[in-house]
Each structure stands twice: as structure tokens, then as C-alpha cells.
């Protein structure tokens, strides 16, 4: 993807239509790249809105309105960003200033303005102008300005129509995109050596940026996830050690009278793993309680993650064997004699 600014040469309309067509016919033809088109907005990156009226209602009638992003994009900008049309068609070369005004609006759009109808053939309008768009096409929804979001009213406007001068030459490539961008600046650069070329990026660029905060709260919350297994093991070492050691005068009181180490070790330790394991199901049970309200915050990842479950119950339990083996053997060896005065 790449940007620019067509307006900062002074290009008007005309010219500055033939120079999209021309980007576009560039950008095609370079080595590696499989479709191209132009838009107003690039991926995740927002872009211009306005508050939208349908048909028949406007601010005069106490329709407050909705407000709805804008893209103006070029013909064949669906198949290039591979955004699948659910219904309807899409924008082609007779779509031209002489014709009637048209629109292709995503899923989102669609149900808050038309629910439970067919919103193909629909008009509506933007706050400040009567001219009447018709819907053609209905896209499904797509990441406009965050990954993860609630995908906002959406509404593509053929650019033939609208003209944007600030625009992008967003391309789908064969390989890798790395190897065809450069070669997509450099066609489009020879058509206006004095064009300033900006935001020359993949996609893959672009959705590492939009993820720069959630994965830092993602690594903040295993940061704090992971002090807060270390304690809750310390926790479960300290509290169950000291119950053991606590036994140490029944331990020896078991050894005087002949009993197995190796039978009393096992005794010990399997008390211990009872509590453990106890407290460990009673915490997932609670887990699996409050997790069901973070469903809604997570995209792609389950909140019943057995991997997770799993290891957590295992480094538990691991470290409870632990705290009752540790001081449990220490105290087997100790002569009875002397296990039986400690107090």
C-alpha cells in the first residue's frame, strides 16, 4: 500500500481521475502483483464520516441521523482487498458523475438502517445534502479502524463519483508483498516525479501497528498473570509445608512404632495432594465462572483454553507434591526419638 496527495499538485477533478487510472493500470501491471485499486482510506486506518439520513427523514424531522464512515474506492477495490459482496453488485465504469449516485454499504450499515429488510435499493442521504444515494451492493464487514472492534456503519462510494485527491494504491500480490511494493512505487512515482509518496507499506505492517497496544496489554496481563501464579505457588508451598512440619511429632510417634518410611511418606504426601487437589477444582470451577464474562474481550482464543487450564492445575499440583514431599522426608529421617519431642 502507498499514499498520496494529489491535491498538493493543485490536480483538479479531471486530471486527477486520469492519474488514479493511470496508478492503477501501473500497479497492476507490476511484477508480482495479482489486482490493484485505489481508495480514499488504507486498511485500519479510519477515515472521513458524516451523519447519514435514510431516505425521507433528515434533522428536520427529529432524525438525529447516524454517523457512518466513508471510502471512496475505485472499481475492482473489492476483489483486490478480497472483501466479499453478500448481496448486490459492484461498482463498474459506468458509474460516472453524469449517472445516478450510488453506494455499496457493509453489513453493519445495513442493519441500522434497514433492519429486518432488503436493503438493496434503498437511498439515503448525508447531513447537509438532499442528493439521494441508492444502495447497489452490501459487503460484508470488514476491520475499519481497529482490530477487534464493533464494526461500524460503513458506506463505499464509487470514486468515480466522489472523487478523493488524498488516495491510496492498495494492491494483492502473487508472493510476498515485500518484493512487489517497491516496484509499485517506482510505476507510480514515473507517472509524477513530484508526487510525495507516503505510508509505502504491507498489510502485514499495518496490522502491526493496529496491534502494538493489544499485545502490550496482552504481555502486561501474562506479566501480572505469572506473579500471580508465583505467589499463589508460594502460597500453597508455604501453607502445606507448615502443615507438615506441624506433623512431625505424629510422623515419629508412626516411625517408634515400626512403621514404613516410605508407608508414611506416602501418607503424608497424599493428605496434602487431597487439600491441593480440592482447592485446585474449587478454583477452576470459579474460573470457569468468571471467564465467561471476558468472552467478549477475547478474538480468536476460547476462554475455556485447555492448555491453560491445564497447565496452571499442573504447576499446582506440582508444587504442592512438592511442599509435602520436601518437609514430609525431612522429617522420616529425623531419629524418632527426636521427631517425638518436637513441639
Known sequence: MLAFDLGALHYDEGRGQQFLRSAIGQANATPGVKSAAAASNFP??????????????????GYRGTLTQLDDVSVGYFDALRIPLVRGRRFTDADRKETARVAIINEAMAKKFWPNQEAIGKRFHFFGDAGLLEVVGIARNSVVNAIGEVPPPLAYLPLTQDYAPAATIQVQTTGKPEAAIAGVRARVQSLEPNLAITNVQTIGQIIGQGLWAPEMGAALLALFGGLALVLAAVGVYGVLAYSVTQQTREIGIRMAMGAERSHVLGLVVGQGLKLAVAGVALGIV??????????????????????????????????????????????????????????
Open 286 to 343: 470459579v474460573a470457569l465462572a468468571l471467564t465467561r464474562q471476558l468472552s467478549s474481550l477475547l478474538f480468536g482464543v476460547s476462554v475455556y483454553d485447555p492448555w491453560a487450564y491445564g497447565s496452571v492445575v499442573m504447576i499446582l499440583v506440582f508444587v504442592a507434591l512438592l511442599a509435602c514431599y520436601i518437609p514430609a522426608r525431612r522429617a522420616t529421617r529425623v531419629d524418632p526419638l527426636v521427631a517425638l519431642r518436637y513441639e
Open 44 to 61: 485500519l486506518g479510519g477515515g472521513l464520516a458524516r451523519t447519514v439520513f435514510p431516505e425521507g427523514e433528515d434533522e428536520s424531522t
